[in-house]
């Protein structure tokens, strides 16, 4: 293991992982809050769409993923926000749009984008570059700016929107602002995990951390704890063998955190009341 540290691609998977467990807890907690999960597949579909357009045009796959994603999350949220379109009809056209986008991209694409597009769609986190550091990282700084500035403003519509509104906070700026957020921790975590797979990092840490606690900053706090050892533990295990794809490793190893919660949470729940009297 030692021997491995020392390698520099092992040390940029390593930071890599890190920053995707770190950001994609955060924002899931708003989008979990918002009974918003799919988001992230549907916006994962869309960045499909992006990689595939980077790919067609010769530009490099993850800033025009930034920039299909960033325009795909603000379409929805306006579909659904102004239109009588309701918030799971408008997942469903983000699903089959970002799909039907990607697939017919990649399929007047030059030959060979076919087998670089896998390691977007499952992850390939072991040939991430340091440029791939620089603009994750970079994009991880924006989404924590984002959650350090207006999280409180964020937890109120969270809760309740309405409440929001009466408290005159720009609700559907705050809206727009939540659904970027979520687009930009796609793109961050597509080399990671994949982009088929980016979505339960957003969801299954918080809902790992909501059977053991109670209140929302200690639900982010350790939704991201979760987050960052699924995703360091996930990477270890996938090197012990190259069989073991990373991003998969990292999903199945939340899943079990998930699952050794549910246990753990009856005690710590039954506990509380007797706290209390």
């Given amino acids: 293991m030692s021997d491995l540290l020392q390698r520099e691609f092992f040390?940029?998977?390593?930071?890599?992982?890190?920053?995707?467990?770190?950001?994609?807890?955060?924002?899931?907690t708003f989008i979990v809050q918002r009974r918003l999960s799919l988001l992230g597949d549907g916006i994962g579909h869309v960045a499909l769409t992006g990689v595939a357009l980077g790919f067609l045009t010769g530009t490099a796959p993850v800033l025009t993923?930034?920039?299909?994603?960033?325009?795909?999350?603000?379409?929805?949220?306006l579909v659904r926000a102004r239109g009588r379109t309701s918030g799971d009809v408008?997942?469903?056209?983000?699903?089959?749009?970002?799909?039907?986008?990607?697939?017919?991209?990649?399929?007047?694409?030059?030959?060979?984008?076919?087998?670089?597009?896998?390691?977007?769609?499952?992850?390939a986190i072991a040939s991430v570059t340091r440029e791939d550091i620089w603009v994750i990282g970079g994009l991880a700084v924006a989404v924590l700016a984002v959650v350090a500035?207006?999280?409180?403003?964020l937890f109120v519509l969270c809760q309740d929107e309405e409440v929001a509104k009466a408290s005159g906070l720009p609700v559907r700026f705050l809206s727009l602002m939540i659904a970027v957020t979520a687009a930009l921790t796609v793109v961050i975590a597509m080399r990671v995990v994949g982009l088929l797979l980016v979505s339960a990092l957003m969801v299954i840490p918080v809902a790992t951390s909501q059977q053991l606690t109670k209140g929302f900053k200690a639900t982010m706090g350790l939704a991201t704890l979760f987050g960052m050892v699924a995703a360091v533990g996930g990477l270890l295990l996938s090197s012990l063998s190259p069989k073991v794809p990373p991003g998969a490793s990292i999903v199945l190893l939340a899943l079990s955190g998930f699952v050794l919660a549910l246990g753990v949470g009856k005690f710590v729940r039954r506990g509380r009341p007797q706290e209390s009297t």
Avoid: D, H, T, W
Wanted: proline share 3%; net charge neutral; aromatic share 8%.
């Fill in 65 to 77: 993923a930034v920039v299909v994603s960033v325009l795909g999350a603000v379409a929805i949220e």
């Fill in 149 to 153: 500035i207006f999280g409180r403003e």
């Fill in 11 to 28: 040390q940029l998977a390593l930071i890599a992982a890190l920053l995707v467990g770190l950001c994609a807890p955060a924002v899931g």
């Fill in 90 to 123: 408008a997942l469903a056209l983000l699903f089959y749009g970002g799909i039907a986008g990607g697939v017919m991209l990649m399929g007047i694409a030059p030959g060979g984008s076919n087998a670089k597009l896998n390691s977007y769609l499952f992850g």
